[in-house]
C-alpha cells in the first residue's frame, strides 16, 4: 500500500501583542533554549519521515527577521505571506499547496515548540479519506461561567469536553474545498482548523495530545519554557533500555499473527490471546523499561476475557503505563525467528501497526526477520520466537 502525500503548514503570521514589549519582536521569533521558538518547531516538522512539503506563513514585513531566525532550515521551506487572520493565513498556505496537493495536511501554530514526532504521528495515522484528525486533552479544570457583574453564574460540566492542540490534520481535498467555500462566503471567524471542518461537516476524530505541546502565549510562557529547555539541557538523560523474548508453538489453522499482521501459513500459533510473539515480546520490553513487570502481570493468562484478544491492547497498554511515568518511546526493534512464513513481504505492514500503537514515526521502528540454521524446536518448524528491544527517555535528573 502506498504511503500517503502529507505536507504541512506552520502558521506564524502573527504578531505577538500578549507576548511582552513589541521592541522585543513578534513572539515566534524570540529565543528559548539559544534558538528562535519557530527553528524548534520547524526542526521537528522537517525532521519527521512521513511529512513532505511544510509551507510557512509569516508577516509581509517579517522575511528578513525569518531567515535570520531559521538559518539553513528556511531553504528546505515554501514561505508565503500571511492574512490578517489564522484563517486566512491558511488558506494562503493552502493554496501553495494545490498546485501538487497532498493527501493529507497538517496545521500547526508555529509557537508550539515542544510538539514532538509520535505527537505527529498519532495525528497522520487519525486522517483518512473523509476525517480529519485533532490532538487534544481532556479538560481537567472545573470550569466556571462568569455573570455581567463578574460573579461565578453557574459550573460547567467538564465531561466530554477536550482542550484542542495543533496540529490539527485534514485530508487536502475537502478541506481545501471547505477552506475555499468560507473565503467565499465571508466566513473569517473560524479560531482553528476543526472548526472549519465541523461548519463545513468534515468529521474529525480525537487522538491523544501531549501536556507537552502547549501554546506559548504570553511572556511567563516564553520565560518558562527558556527555563525548562535550559535546565533540560543540564539534566543527565535517563535512557532505558528493556528486553522482551517470547514464543509459541504451532496449531492447525491457517495464518500466523505477527506484529499485529495476520499472515497467510499452513498453521497459526497457539496461545490464549492471538499469540503474536513479536507484540508480546515488545511488550515486556516496554514494561521493562520503568520496572512495571512483564505481560503475564496485566493480563494473566488464565483470565478469560483475553481469549483470543489482539496483541495491540497488551501493547497499547504497556505505552499507556510508560507515558504516564513521563516515558517517549525512543525506538522498538523486534526480532523475529522462524522458518516459515516468510516476513519481508509483510514487513511494512508491520511497521504501520506499531507506529500506531507506539506514537513514534517510522524510523524509530525496526523489524527484521531470521531463521535459526534448521536448528531447535524453531528450525524444526515447531513454533516461533521473539527477541524485542525498547528503548524509552525518561525525564533526566540534575547533576548533585
Given amino acids: 500500500m502506498q504511503k500517503p502525500k502529507v505536507a504541512a503548514i506552520i502558521v506564524a503570521a502573527g504578531r505577538g501583542e500578549r507576548a511582552g514589549d513589541p521592541h522585543e519582536g513578534p513572539k515566534q521569533y524570540r529565543r528559548i533554549g539559544g534558538k528562535a521558538i519557530l527553528a524548534h518547531t520547524l526542526e521537528t516538522f522537517l525532521g519527521h519521515s512521513e511529512i513532505g512539503t511544510v509551507v510557512v506563513a509569516i508577516h509581509k514585513d517579517d522575511g528578513s527577521l525569518f531567515r535570520e531566525a531559521v538559518g539553513a532550515l528556511a531553504e528546505r521551506v515554501t514561505v508565503v505571506t500571511g492574512g490578517t487572520t489564522r484563517q486566512a493565513s491558511t488558506w494562503n498556505a493552502m493554496q501553495a499547496l494545490a498546485g501538487d496537493p497532498p493527501d493529507a495536511v497538517l496545521v500547526h501554530d508555529g509557537v508550539r515548540p515542544f510538539v514532538d514526532a509520535g505527537l505527529i504521528s498519532r495525528v497522520i495515522a487519525g486522517i483518512d479519506g473523509e476525517t480529519g484528525s485533532l490532538p487534544s486533552l481532556p479538560v481537567s479544570d472545573t470550569l466556571k461561567e462568569a455573570g455581567p457583574d463578574g460573579l461565578v453564574a453557574r459550573t460547567i460540566s467538564r465531561a466530554g469536553l477536550f482542550g484542542a492542540q495543533t496540529p490539527q490534520g485534514l485530508p487536502f481535498t475537502v478541506f481545501h474545498a471547505a477552506h475555499a467555500r468560507a473565503a467565499a462566503e465571508g466566513r473569517d471567524e473560524f479560531t482553528d482548523d476543526a472548526a472549519i471542518a465541523e461548519w463545513a461537516g468534515i468529521p474529525v476524530r480525537l487522538v491523544e495530545g501531549s501536556p507537552d505541546n502547549v501554546k506559548l502565549t504570553w511572556a511567563p510562557d516564553i520565560a518558562n519554557a527558556d527555563t525548562k529547555l535550559r535546565i533540560d539541557a543540564t539534566m543527565f538523560p535517563d535512557i532505558r533500555t528493556g528486553n522482551g523474548y517470547d514464543v509459541h508453538s504451532f496449531e492447525p489453522g491457517d495464518?500466523?499473527?505477527?506484529?499485529?499482521?495476520?499472515?497467510?501459513?499452513?498453521?497459526?500459533?497457539?496461545?490464549?490471546?492471538?499469540?503474536?510473539?513479536?507484540?508480546?515480546?515488545?511488550?515486556?520490553?516496554?514494561?521493562?523499561?520503568?520496572?512495571?513487570?512483564?505481560?503475564?502481570?496485566?493480563?494473566?493468562?488464565?483470565?478469560?476475557?483475553?481469549?483470543?484478544?489482539?496483541?495491540?491492547?497488551?501493547?497499547?497498554?504497556?505505552?499507556?503505563?510508560?507515558?504516564?511515568?513521563?516515558?517517549?518511546?525512543?525506538?522498538?526493534?523486534?526480532?523475529?525467528?522462524?522458518?516459515?512464513?516468510?516476513?519481508?513481504?509483510?514487513?511494512?505492514?508491520?511497521?504501520?501497526?506499531?507506529?500506531?500503537?507506539?506514537?513514534?514515526?517510522?524510523?524509530?521502528?525496526?523489524?527484521?526477520?531470521?531463521?535459526?540454521?534448521?536448528?531447535?524446536?524453531?528450525?524444526?518448524?515447531?513454533?516461533?520466537?521473539?527477541?524485542?528491544?525498547?528503548?524509552?527517555?525518561?525525564?533526566?535528573?540534575?547533576?548533585e
Fill in 255 to 399: 495464518a500466523v499473527v505477527l506484529c499485529g499482521v495476520a499472515i497467510p501459513h499452513d498453521r497459526k500459533l497457539s496461545g490464549h490471546s492471538d499469540a503474536d510473539v513479536g507484540l508480546h515480546a515488545l511488550t515486556d520490553a516496554l514494561l521493562a523499561t520503568c520496572g512495571a513487570g512483564d505481560i503475564g502481570t496485566h493480563f494473566p493468562p488464565s483470565d478469560p476475557q483475553w481469549k483470543g484478544a489482539a496483541s495491540n491492547i497488551f501493547v497499547e497498554e504497556a505505552v499507556r503505563i510508560v507515558r504516564a511515568r513521563k516515558g517517549r518511546i525512543a525506538n522498538a526493534d523486534i526480532t523475529l525467528i522462524c522458518e516459515a512464513p516468510r516476513i519481508g513481504p509483510s514487513r511494512q505492514a508491520m511497521t504501520d501497526a506499531l507506529v500506531a500503537m507506539l506514537g513514534i514515526s517510522p524510523d524509530r521502528v525496526s523489524i527484521k526477520a531470521t531463521t535459526n540454521e534448521k536448528l531447535g524446536f524453531v528450525g524444526r518448524g515447531e513454533g516461533i520466537a521473539a527477541i524485542a528491544t525498547a528503548t524509552v527517555a525518561y525525564p533526566g535528573v540534575l547533576p
